[in-house]
């Protein structure tokens, strides 16, 4: 059995079809990707896998177990983390602050104004480890909103794998950043994926199937097309549409 499954997944708003039949699974220990044109659905095919969005019909299952409709907090605390496209950090406090709300044990805690954060060595140690991983290490007292683009868009993915993810999920971890900044994402993804499951929807397709195991192509709200990164390049239908052209 697959990691993670969407089985005959189909979403509406009013009388508007944004998926239809979709049938999604990703392996553990790899990292899966999902593509297709602006509109096609990818967006809300991700907000139903993690939660924010309840599917009409069809079925959810993590782990073996089914998460159809669970609210986020309740998937998030059986082991599934999200980024987002438009990054979503806490500004006014520190790329290690930052990082510390996400671990388990501070998050445990609530609003436990007692504990003496500070000199929580081991929440500050694995807060730390994160940092290191993302390239943060020598901004770990920055306020994020001191940090740039590209290392923003990092930390946000460090928040996420904070949590001590089973599987980690990217929402176009490439949208806003330039060359360079890409190239540095490619290379943390790269690493990250040596010790977490991830799934990512992705618009650059070269960053994507630089790195993906495997490629699920969604259009018209379906999954029109499935496969590794060679096996996609073969396909008639990608070779004929722009995404052909892309990848």
């Known amino acids: 059995m697959s990691l993670f499954e969407a089985k005959h997944v189909h979403k509406r708003f009013g009388d508007h079809v944004v998926l239809e039949e979709i049938n999604l699974s990703f392996e ?44 986020p907090r309740t998937i998030a605390k059986l082991g599934i983390s999200r980024s987002f496209q438009v990054i979503n950090v806490f500004n006014e406090y520190s790329a290690l602050e930052n990082l510390l709300l996400a671990v388990p044990e501070v998050r445990r805690l609530g609003f436990n104004v007692v504990h003496d954060l500070p000199n929580d060595k081991d929440c500050i140690g694995k807060a730390e480890v994160v940092l290191a991983k993302i390239g943060l290490a020598g901004k770990a007292h920055s306020q994020a909103s001191d ?66 195991d495997h490629i699920n192509v969604i259009h018209w709200g379906q999954v029109v097309a499935q496969g590794t990164p060679e096996e996609l390049r073969a396909n008639k239908w990608v070779q004929v549409s722009n995404l052909g052209k892309l990848a």
């Open 147 to 212: 940090l740039s683009y590209g290392e923003r868009r990092a930390l946000e993915i460090g928040i996420a794998l904070a949590a001590e993810p089973k599987i980690l999920f990217l929402d176009e971890p490439t949208a806003g950043l330039g060359a360079e900044a890409t190239k540095e994402l490619s290379s943390m993804v790269e690493r990250l994926k040596e010790e977490v499951t991830i799934v990512i929807i992705e618009h650059d397709m070269k960053f994507l199937f630089g790195l993906a």
């Open 28 to 71: 553990e220990n790899q990292l899966s990707g999902i593509m297709g044109p602006n509109g096609a659905g990818k967006t809300t095919c991700f907000n139903v896998l993690t939660g924010r969005y309840k599917p009409n019909r069809g079925q959810v299952i993590f782990d073996g177990r089914d998460i159809t409709g669970l609210p």
